[in-house]
C-alpha cells in the first residue's frame, strides 16, 4: 500500500526518463502512434475515457473497445481519463467518484484478463489538463498517478498528483522543436511525459503526422534516455527511493 503512503516522488538519477503517453485516445493513436513505439521496441501510456469510444468527431474518430483491448494485448499501459470527459474541477465528491468507478467497470470488462494486473496500478491523466486540488486525496486513493500539462520536465520532489506533461501538438515544425526538450532533459536528468492525441496525416490542432511523431521518438531513442510507460517509470523512481 506504499503507493497510497509515497505522494511525493522522489526524480533523481544519471539517467532521464522518456515517456509517451495519448489521451482520449484517438484511433490513429493506434494505428499509428503505437506502431511506430513497437518499431523501436517501445511501448506507450494510453489515457482512455470510456464514453468517447467509437465516436467520430470533427477531424477524429475515437479508438474502439477492441482497439483498447488490442492495445493492452501488444504490452502497452492502459490509463485512466475518467468516464466522461468532464473537467473534473467542476465536479463534486460524489460525481468525480462516479467517473472514476464508471471507468473503472469499462475498462475491467474490456480488458478482461489484462485488468488484473493494470486495475492495481492505474494512472490517470486530467481532462483538459485541469487540476483540482481538492479531488488530491480521491485520486491518490485511485490511482498510482494523475498526469497535468504545464510543459515542464519532472525534476526533484515531484507530486504524484501533479505529474507535469509535455505537448506534442500541430504544426509540425513545434513538433520538431521538441527535440530541444530531450535535449534539455538528458543535460539535467529529469522524467519528461510526452502527450499528444491523433497521429494522422491530416492531425488536428492537438496531434500531428505519423512522420513528425516518428522523428521525435527517433531523436529519444538517439539520445540514449531510457524510455519506460509511466507506470515503468513509477516502478524505476519509487524503487530506486526505497533503496
Ligand atoms: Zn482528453
Not at 95 to 107: A, K, P, R, T, V
Not at 189 to 199: A, E, K, M, S, Y
Not at 212 to 239: H, M, P, W
Request: contains cysteine.
Amino acid at each position: 500500500m506504499r503507493r497510497f503512503a509515497a505522494k511525493t516522488l522522489h526524480i533523481s538519477g544519471e539517467r532521464p526518463v522518456i515517456s509517451f503517453s495519448f489521451d482520449d485516445v484517438p484511433d490513429s493513436a493506434l494505428y499509428n502512434g503505437a506502431t511506430i513505439l513497437e518499431k523501436y521496441g517501445l511501448r506507450g501510456t494510453f489515457y482512455i475515457a470510456g464514453q468517447l469510444t467509437g465516436i467520430s468527431e470533427p477531424g477524429r474518430k475515437l479508438i474502439s473497445e477492441a482497439g483498447i483491448a488490442e492495445l493492452a494485448e501488444r504490452g502497452h499501459e492502459i490509463g485512466c481519463h475518467t468516464y466522461s470527459h468532464p473537467n473534473i474541477a467542476t465536479l463534486n465528491g460524489a460525481q468525480l467518484q462516479n467517473e472514476i468507478d464508471q471507468n473503472h467497470s469499462f475498462l475491467s470488462r474490456i480488458l478482461g484478463k489484462h485488468w488484473g494486473a493494470a486495475g492495481s496500478q492505474l494512472n490517470f491523466a486530467y481532462p483538459y489538463n485541469a487540476v483540482s486540488y481538492f479531488a488530491y486525496r480521491r485520486m491518490a486513493k485511485n490511482y498510482r498517478s494523475c498526469r497535468a500539462g504545464e510543459n515542464r520536465i519532472n525534476r526533484g520532489a515531484t507530486c504524484l498528483q501533479m505529474l507535469f506533461g509535455m505537448e506534442i501538438g500541430r504544426p509540425d515544425e513545434d513538433v520538431v522543436q521538441l527535440k530541444a526538450e530531450i535535449d534539455a532533459v538528458k543535460a539535467q536528468p529529469g522524467w519528461l511525459i510526452f502527450f499528444t492525441h491523433d497521429i494522422s496525416e491530416t492531425p488536428t490542432p492537438y496531434g500531428c503526422t505519423p512522420a513528425a511523431f516518428e522523428k521525435l521518438v527517433q531523436y529519444a531513442v538517439q539520445s540514449g534516455c531510457e524510455i519506460l510507460t509511466v507506470n515503468e517509470a513509477l516502478d524505476r523512481y519509487i524503487s530506486a527511493d526505497a533503496a
